[in-house]
């Protein structure tokens, strides 16, 4: 039986085999081997396997990217790590046109094993330059492979598997899925990259979600449920390159489309992979497919307008019940907590 | 050097026949540093490069007949044709590779040397950057991080006074050598004129012995300049951003002209004419053989953006 562990710790697991099992695998990043450790992601690893491979780093982002890809080139397999993804971006340069280009534009001559870990904010004040989910930023770039797990499971699966890629993986880790529980396999425990995830099989309607949004669309399914709607909900896990065929066969079981994303709806994971439904299953479709998905304002400070800006579980189920012509259910009085924190036991600081 | 300066005078010659599709920099003027540099490395040992990378790539032993079906867009080309002129790479020679976005190799380097440290390898990594490199701020992350690890590497800085065609004193403050940023960042440091292939062979055989040794990363300025445009085979006095004069004056202290004479007693002009006939036709050939060379087959476009496999834990090398 697999033991039920918190996110963290099965990122912590899948960090510490890989070290444990390979010597060019080296973690990186501000704060890794902190008595914090990433919001436990790197925890003690640093007393295991030394500082040389579990390092800290200068606030320099943009080097040390190059950095880890210089040494991946010279036969390394670096993992870096970003405490918000919104510094990763003093690092675009070389993500975008050195990480993600130099294994086609040098004729694929070596490979370019580098694992980048963003982690998303979200709530709790994180404010404008805190919560930013940029997935479909990365997902636009070829040559970069973006991961986004969802659970326990997941966390640990992907990251083994992405740091054994022969090809860049950016992964984008959830804060709020970080103290989620879940069923982990000891041991090494794999997922493909490339594929999505059926996680809930349903015949009424199709959500399409990623990240921390998985946990809403289960939500989401499990009410659609209590009034005889049969939600099939698909975990991307892999945002780049998109399972296309996973998602058109959905589709042509159900007809109706939910698209459930973690960043802004313009331009976002939503709309590709309404457009991908589109373009492969437009004659299955018996409604107009549906984004959810945060506005397009920056990410509000106060917890006054969080509930407008972050989307839930209600906002997927009326999405999917106008799909279906349903009416919608009665306005939902005070939510029995905050909606700035993720669940009642959480107090901060963050 | 004579082999730069005739290869990048023949590109000059034939870039005009439209036949090679890709923007060239050419180094002709600037061949002493990547040749005295690069004697004073081993094979294994890694170099990067920027746009103005061939003189680079063939100093370091890189493959002629590969690079000029690079330009050329052939399947042959060191990058399959995927790179072109600014994207030469030649791994059996340590070189790592080159890209046009300035300075961007810096970091690159640094972390080979970081890399072949941690593997236990005591490979030394130079990067080549120009004078405008200094002024993107990645070069000054690059040089804190090598110097605060102590890493093999050396920064060689060829200062040709231009950036595209903006000249230094409307990009850097007077008053401050460029080398001097060495220092700010506890590096060793020095600035060389472009004319003297041996004495930045002597610096570079130091700078290596140095970082071999575990003692750190070292910074050089050599004072150099293009005597062609910025990209293309033609001179461009007329664009009037340099004068003519300014041109000349740096042709008077040409380094393949010092070197040559250098060596006048030593070799004899027989000599020297014999190796410039020698390269010459070794030019024809590879020339020839990239035009014969055969495009990539369409279905290269889709090959290669990922690598599509894994390696399993404690797998490969």
Known sequence: MSRVIPYHEALREAL???????????LMGLGVPDPKGLFGSTTGLVDRFGPERVRDMPASENAMTGVALGSALAGMRPVLSHQRVDFALLAMEQMVNQVAKWHYMFGGQRPVPILIRMIVGRGWGQGAQHSQSLLSWFAHVPGLTVIAPATPHDAKALTLAAIESDDPVISFEHRWCFNV??????????????????????????????????LEAMRAAEQLAEDGVDAEVIDLRTVAPLDRVTLARSVRKTGHLVAADIGWTSFGVGAEVVSAVVEDAFDALRSAPRRVASPDVPSPSTPALSAGFWPRARAIVDAARAQLGRAPLPAEGPPPFPLDVPDPTFTGPF | MMRLRAVEERIAARYPEQEMRCPTHLCVGQEAAPVGVCAALRPDDYALSHHRSHGHYLAKGGDLDRMIAEMYGRETGCSRGKGGSMHLVDLSVGFLGAVPIVAS???????????ARMRGEDRVAVVFLGDAAVEEGVVHESLAFASLERLPVLFVCENNLYSVQTGLEARQPS??????????????????????????HAWAEEAVAQARAGEGPSFLEVLTYRYLEHVGPYEDVELGYRTREEVDAWRARDPIAHATRALADEVGPETIDGWMRAHAEALDAAFERAIAAPYPEPEALFEGVFRGTSTRLGEGT
């Open chain 1, 16 to 26: 510490a085999l890989c070290l444990e099992h390979d010597p060019r695998v080296y």
């Open chain 1, 181 to 214: 529980k879940g069923e982990v396999p000891e041991g090494i425990v794999r997922a493909p990259l490339g594929e999505a995830h059926v996680v809930r099989e349903g015949a009424d309607v199709t959500i399409v979600a990623s990240s921390y949004m998985v």
């Open chain 2, 105 to 115: 190799t810096v970091p690159i380097a640094v972390g080979a040397a970081f890399g």
């Open chain 2, 175 to 200: 008053g401050r050598a460029i080398h001097e940023l060495g220092a700010a960042h506890a590096l060793s440091h020095a600035q060389l004129h472009g004319e003297d292939v041996f004495a930045i």
